[in-house]
């Protein structure tokens, strides 16, 4: 082959073989793991930040506790809307979110019954005998003794946080 001729103003063509490709590719792999390296020393990392928020989120997580108001076996009757009807209650009882709620659960049962006894008496056969007059129900009781406890608000996660009632029965009273 002849020799090319170099034309005034051009470079003379180099081969590039495996190491002038490696050179663009090299150089800034290198500088991005300088800079990754001296930020991460500058900086520090967050690997303590992310145990301590784990630490805390699982101390203040709320273990459920049961609080019973009416035993299981025990049939105790509320008077419905019109005073001819009656609900027999099995058991009624309380997933609550603190000790302090359980007690005052027990401290506060002659206000609890009370209101269990107004909230009865505002409501007819009828309404006790769907399941959305039973949640409805439910919700009622719950807010009831948040109230009479005291845990309204942002302490409302520790009073009561769900409610277990057991309809045995809706009857007639002659």
């Known amino acids: ?3 090319e001729e170099i034309q005034e103003g051009q470079q003379p063509k180099k081969k590039k073989g495996i190491m002038g490709l490696l ?3 090299l ?5 991005s793991l300088v800079v990754s390296v001296a930020v991460v020393m500058f900086l520090g990392n967050n690997t303590q930040v ?5 630490t805390t989120t699982t101390t203040t997580t709320a273990v459920p506790i049961k609080a019973v108001v009416i035993q299981p076996g025990t049939y105790q009757t509320f008077m ?8 027999v209650i099995d058991s009624l009882s309380f997933k609550v979110g603190s000790d302090q709620c359980r007690s005052l659960i027990a401290e506060k049962n002659d ?3 009370d209101a269990l006894m107004l909230i009865f008496l505002s409501k007819e ?3 006790i005998n769907t399941p959305a007059g039973i949640e409805l129900l439910k919700k009622q009781i719950k807010n009831a003794v948040n109230e ?3 845990f309204v608000g942002e302490k409302e996660k520790e009073g009561v946080i769900d409610v277990y009632l057991y309809i045995k029965a809706v009857s007639s009273v002659q």
């Open 1 to 3: 082959m002849p020799e």
């Open 23 to 25: 050179g663009p590719i």
């Open 125 to 127: 056969r009828t309404e």
């Open 80 to 87: 419905l809307k019109g005073g001819k009807e009656v609900a």
């Open 27 to 31: 150089i800034p792999l290198v500088i």
């Open 148 to 150: 009479i406890t005291g």
């Open 111 to 113: 206000e609890i019954m």
């Open 50 to 54: 992310q145990t301590e928020k784990t």
